[in-house]
Nanobody, 126 residues
């Protein structure tokens, strides 16, 4: 069992940056592939980024590639999402999620994740 708590959301102007954190409970955090998703009002969950258990492999959605960076610190049981060059289209609730599935194409789909945080709101003003 893993419990996830996101933090770091807030209001930022277009062009600004935010760093989201996701703290995980439990001693098996390093066994999980971790992902970040977001959900805007009236829209489905959108995959953003995924990182392997070791942190050695990452993958990004085209919509955030080059602007967002996912990373993890297994010693701190934390995964991060550094978000730069934010636009109003990035406004959403951001979620981190954990899956026991091996890093791969399947980990781009929210249905394959076992545990979710409560979400943190990111609002980008124009």
């Amino acid at each position: 069992q893993v419990q996830l708590v996101e933090s770091g959301g807030g209001l930022v102007q277009a062009g600004g940056s935010l760093r989201l954190s996701c703290a995980a409970s439990g001693r098996t955090f390093s066994m999980y592939t971790m992902g970040w998703f977001r959900q805007a009002p009236g829209k489905e969950h959108e995959f953003l980024a995924v990182i392997s258990w070791s942190g050695g492999r990452t993958y990004y959605a085209d919509s955030v590639k080059g602007r967002f960076t996912i990373s993890r610190d297994n010693a701190k049981n934390t995964v991060y999402l550094q978000m730069n060059s934010l636009t109003p289209e990035d406004t959403a609730v951001y979620y981190c999620a954990a899956t026991k599935a091996t890093y791969g194409s399947g980990t781009r789909y929210h249905r394959n994740y076992d545990y979710w945080g409560q979400g943190t709101q990111v609002t980008v003003s124009s």
